[in-house]
């Protein structure tokens, strides 16, 4: 069974950064693209970032490109998300996911955004706060 652990989430001023991380285990973790979505209150939970088993490959949404930075570590089972320049709009319960079938990569390179159907399993969560 695989199990996703997300840790770094917290409360942080606008201009701010955190790194958040994503402990994978259960299965070899190179057999895996991984993500990371969001969710604020009252909304649909939207995609953020991807990743392919090759760290090169990454994915972004619109939103978040230039500011996030989703890498893997193959060697510690771990992704990460650096998020720097938060500002009010990112204040979400932020989650890790794993794809096993990595059609989330197919999709992100045929131009489209991963859905949550995409992915197989999924973390906890993890809420961050940017306030001014």
């Known amino acids: 069974q695989v199990q996703l652990v997300e840790s770094g989430g917290g409360p942080v001023q606008t201009g701010g950064s955190l790194r958040l991380s994503c402990v994978v285990s259960?299965?070899?973790?190179?057999?895996?693209?991984m993500g990371w979505f969001r969710q604020a209150p009252g909304k649909e939970r939207e995609f953020v970032a991807g990743?392919?088993?090759?760290?090169?490959?990454?994915y972004y949404a619109d939103s978040v490109k230039g500011r996030f930075a989703i890498s893997r570590d193959n060697s510690k089972n771990t992704v990460y998300l650096q998020m720097d320049s938060l500002n009010a709009d990112d204040t979400a319960v932020y989650y890790c996911?794993?794809?096993?079938?990595?059609?989330?990569?197919?999709?992100?390179?045929?131009?489209?955004?991963?859905?949550?159907?995409?992915?197989?399993?999924w973390g906890q969560g993890t809420q961050v706060t940017v306030s001014s």
């Open positions: 259960g299965r070899t973790f190179s057999d895996y693209a």
């Open positions: 990743i392919s088993w090759n760290p090169k490959n990454t």
């Open positions: 996911a794993a794809d096993r079938r990595f059609s989330s990569i197919t999709t992100a390179q045929a131009g489209n955004i991963p859905r949550p159907v995409h992915y197989d399993y």
